[in-house]
T-cell receptor, first 107, second 115 residues
Framework: RKEVEQDPGPFNVPEGATVAFNCTYSNSASQSFFWYRQDCRKEPKLLMS???SGNEDGRFTAQLNRASQYISLLIRDSKLSDSATYLCVSSGYALNFGKGTSLLVTP | EPEVTQTPSHQVTQMGQEVILRCVPI?????FYWYRQILGQKVEFLVSFYNNEISEKSEIFDDQFSVERPDGSNFTLKIRSTKLEDSAMYFC?????????????FGEGSRLTVL
């Protein structure tokens, strides 16, 4: 069973749209969760950490539901520059990456 | 802004050859990692390194792989006898604290192509 599962997409949305990504994780012992962003053929970069209380960073909101082992990322007012692959990540002795959800924001 | 640097950016090698990928982590970081990403696949953990020794490794990190911190700045990944399936992007990462409670800073990667 995969540690972290995501819908691969792609999600094609127009500029200004709101888009939501979901992710599930299998290891109930995981303590920390993150969303990373990866541009094509580039390195992953941390977008935001995810907390049970939910956290917001500008247009981005992340939420964790430990009971359902479910993580979400909401992007409001999508920009062209948001086009990338979004990686859901859980922690163990190392970071466990999902395969990523591809987002394309179109003009 | 401090960054993790990796060399080479791209290496092409013949199957069976030895390859060394080099990384210079961020200077005040204590934890170092190698991850790999096969084209179209997820980022996979290989090994973590702390206090001059391996702290964790995955099942991918078999006897063909080794890591070293030969001096105070470099962190290397060696593949002794490359196989076709070793073709991937190899990312080095570093962290000031243990990865599961902090951000990992990744280098731009070294693309390895095994022919």
């Amino acid at each position: 069973r995969k540690e972290v599962e995501q819908d691969p997409g792609p999600f094609n949305v127009p500029e200004g749209a709101t888009v939501a990504f979901n992710c599930t994780y299998s290891n109930s012992a995981s303590q920390s969760f993150f969303w990373y962003r990866q541009d094509c053929r580039k390195e992953p970069k941390l977008l935001m950490s995810v907390y049970s209380s939910g956290n917001e960073d500008g247009r981005f909101t992340a939420q964790l539901n430990r009971a359902s082992q479910y993580i979400s990322l909401l992007i409001r007012d999508s920009k062209l520059s948001d086009s990338a692959t979004y990686l859901c990540v859980s922690s163990g002795y190392a970071l466990n990456f999902g395969k990523g959800t591809s987002l394309l924001v179109t003009p | 802004e401090p960054e993790v640097t990796q060399t080479p950016s791209h290496q092409v090698t013949q199957m069976g050859q030895e390859v060394i990928l080099r990384c210079v982590p961020i200077s005040n970081h204590l934890y170092f990692y190698w991850y790999r990403q096969i084209l179209g696949q997820k980022v996979e953990f290989l090994v973590s390194f702390y206090n001059n020794e391996i702290s964790e490794k995955s099942e991918i990190f078999d006897d063909q792989f080794s890591v070293e911190r030969p001096d105070g700045s470099n962190f290397t990944l060696k593949i002794r006898s490359t196989k076709l399936e070793d073709s991937a992007m190899y990312f080095c990462a570093s962290s000031p604290i243990l990865g599961d409670t902090g951000e990992l800073f990744f280098g731009e990667g070294s693309r390895l192509t095994v022919l």
